[in-house]
């Protein structure tokens, strides 16, 4: 936590925002690159995210109440968006490129910044991953149920789940 904490306090405004909204979420980056302002409800503090579980296989969704961190972050990123891009996180540099092409926009091969922040915190470069193992133990040190944590991390099968947090080093 300590770690994570760190890199968000040099991260700049839409790298932090980005960060926690995959934290908060636990979200896989393909699914937060994905989102788009139509998977975002923020009357109900909600966010639809979609992810394919095999491959060729269909999206499925999984719909999440966003906490008090999550809002603010997403609501963050309404305020700073491009108003022409589907996507939470639109690519500055693909939206120049390709003008006429909104679909192209959305945040991919964002790779390199969380590496240079984790070196720059002093702290061991940890990927995306880990933003959503934090959040696993997190949902487990509050108490929350197997079955909970399984469907708010999106897992089909609950023994993996278990095998996540037994990864982890949490017993449930």
């Known amino acids: 936590m300590e770690d994570i904490q760190k890199v968000l306090d040099l991260a700049g405004e839409l790298e932090r925002t980005y960060l926690l909204t995959i934290w908060q979420l636990a979200g896989r980056v393909r699914e937060i690159n994905n989102l788009t302002w139509e998977d975002v409800d923020f009357t109900r503090r909600q966010v639809r995210l979609w992810t394919r579980k095999k491959s060729g296989g269909n999206m499925t969704p999984r719909l999440l109440d966003m906490n008090d961190k999550a809002f603010n972050a997403l609501k963050f990123a309404q305020w700073k968006r491009n108003p022409h891009s589907p ?86």
């Not at 939206?95 to 991919?108: Q, S």
């Not at 390199?112 to 133990?137: I, P, T």
């Not at 079955?147 to 708010?152: A, N």
Request: aromatic share 12%.
């Open 87 to 172: 996507y939470v996180f639109t690519n500055p540099l693909m939206a120049k490129k390709h003008p006429e092409d909104p679909a192209r926009w959305k945040y991919d091969y964002r790779d390199k910044f969380f590496d240079r922040l984790c070196r720059l915190a002093g702290v061991r470069e940890m990927g995306y991953h880990a933003l959503r193992h934090q959040k696993a133990s997190e949902l487990a040190d509050r108490g929350e149920s197997l079955p909970y944590i399984r469907d708010f991390l999106g897992h089909e099968d609950i023994s993996t789940t278990s095998l996540y947090l037994q990864s982890l080093g949490i017993k449930k």
